[in-house]
């Protein structure tokens, strides 16, 4: 029996004219989603979409409800073709979008969630100033001991924020302590150490100071018991319950995403293929290299949504 996983993705996966193509096939999904959205928010969240530059979508206050909702309008996309998922994931951002395709949080609540959760952490970048860098060529546990050295040193802060794969780790940390870790890290063997187009120090200790303020949003929402299995990034493990998916969500906001060992979660529950459906490739391109057997297929474009559906379809299990 055929089982499929659809994993979303998070801020950096943005890419100028993202969902125009949708828009522009389905203008009855264009009204549903992106026009409701921009009265939601009020903000023109479709144009910044569709026609925004790559400045106007580095903007987290921005970046996040814009990726958020064009992973939606693939998501229906798919189902409207017979493509459902079996269990659902997403890296930091992405995972609002899994817990509205597991029906636990309606996608309005998620969408201003999502947009309030962007506004707080481009506040915390505005207070200090961050950078986030992907090490592509060192251990896990070795980037763990330079950042813990960098920090402990006074040298500015720095620590893990994602555990992506066994080759991909990214840091998150003050200006300093980033550039200080990066310049450790070439100096103990790493090959590439690669900014990101990221607006603050996501899943980092300084996101702490948010934590407080965003419970209270999250506890204005009304969350459901999950549908169907979603994975969570605090843990890597199963949502279990509403309350659960509210506190992880708590939780995520400072604590590395823990993406490896939700790769390795997702081939145990023997899943035939993988779909990250919204911009971008980047976990395709992970799961690809993680775990070469698996199909892992990037839905965020119109013919990107045909070839998943066909490729889909002829799945063998």
């Not at 939601?40 to 979409?49: D, E, T, Y």
């Amino acid at each position: 029996m055929k089982r499929i996983a659809v994993v979303y993705p998070g801020q950096g996966s943005q890419v100028p004219g993202m969902g125009k193509d949708a828009a522009e096939a389905r203008p009855d999904l264009s009204r549903r989603y992106y026009e409701a959205a921009d009265d939601i928010l009020g903000l023109p969240l479709s144009r910044i979409c569709f026609e925004g530059d790559a400045e106007q979508l580095r903007d987290t206050a921005v970046t996040q409800p814009a990726i958020f909702l064009t992973s939606l309008v693939f998501t229906r996309l798919l189902e409207e073709q017979g493509v459902v998922p079996d269990v659902v994931a997403g890296h930091s951002l992405g995972e609002y979008a899994a817990l509205v395709t597991a029906g636990v949080l309606d996608w309005t609540d998620a969408l201003r969630l999502v947009r309030r959760r962007g506004e707080l952490m481009a506040a915390v970048n505005r207070r200090t100033p961050g950078r986030m860098a992907a090490v592509l060529d060192l251990g896990a546990d070795r980037i763990d001991e330079l950042c813990a050295e960098v920090t402990r040193q006074g040298r500015g802060t720095v620590q893990v924020a994602n555990y992506n794969s066994a080759t991909q780790t990214v840091v998150s940390g003050d200006a300093r302590g980033v550039q200080e870790f990066a310049a450790a890290a070439r100096r103990a063997g790493a090959q590439h150490v690669v900014d990101l187009k990221v607006g603050a120090p996501f899943h980092s200790v300084f996101m702490k100071e948010i934590e407080a303020e965003f419970a209270d949003d999250l506890g204005g929402v009304r969350f459901a018991e999950p549908a169907l299995p979603v994975v969570a990034n605090a843990t890597a493990g199963y949502v279990e319950t509403a309350e659960a998916a509210r506190e992880l969500l708590r939780r995520q906001l400072a604590s590395p995403v823990q993406w490896t060992q939700t790769v390795e979660l997702l081939v145990a529950a023997e899943v035939s293929a993988l779909l990250e459906v919204g911009p971008g490739r980047v976990l395709s391109n992970i799961a690809r290299a993680s775990a070469p057997g698996l199909p892992a297929l990037p839905v965020g474009t119109m013919r990107q949504l045909d070839k998943a559906v066909t490729q889909v379809s002829t799945v063998t299990v």
